[in-house]
């Protein structure tokens, strides 16, 4: 899957001194581009940016708003989103937004929706 190989070519990137676990996103937007994004660590542990939302902030960050799916491969078979990123694609994505996780072999695949029920809203 071409979204896959992608997530695992930004993999390489990753800057990830500190837990050694190299993650890599690929974020496809509506309009069919796609941006890649890796895990970047930091001494200080907090300012650590997950692949996911490397990903995201490079999209939107050159006005990109609308998104179709994203690709996860990290250091074990299927690497879920964190819970800080799966809230970041809340904010931009809709629920039927495709989550595939997974790996050179194989991958599994989810909604938003799936991953982040009940999530907040200060309008429901
Ligand atoms: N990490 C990601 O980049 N994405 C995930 O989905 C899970 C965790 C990163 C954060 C940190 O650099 C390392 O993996 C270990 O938590």
Request: hydrophobic letters at 30%.
């Amino acid at each position: 899957m071409e979204l896959m190989d992608k997530a695992i070519e930004a993999k390489k990137n990753s800057y990830s001194p500190y837990s050694n676990f190299k993650v890599g996103a690929a974020l496809l937007t509506k309009d069919n581009k796609i941006y890649t994004g890796c895990n970047i660590e930091s001494v200080s542990y907090t300012p650590t940016c997950c692949a996911e939302r490397t990903a995201f902030f490079k999209a939107i960050s050159e006005g990109k708003k609308e998104f179709k799916a994203i690709a996860i491969s990290g250091d074990t078979p299927f690497c879920y989103p964190c819970g800080v990123c799966r809230q970041v694609m809340s904010e931009f994505c809709d629920d039927d937004f495709k989550i595939y996780v997974g790996n050179n072999k194989e991958y599994k695949e989810y909604t938003l929706k799936e991953l982040l029920p009940y999530s907040f809203d200060m309008e429901k």
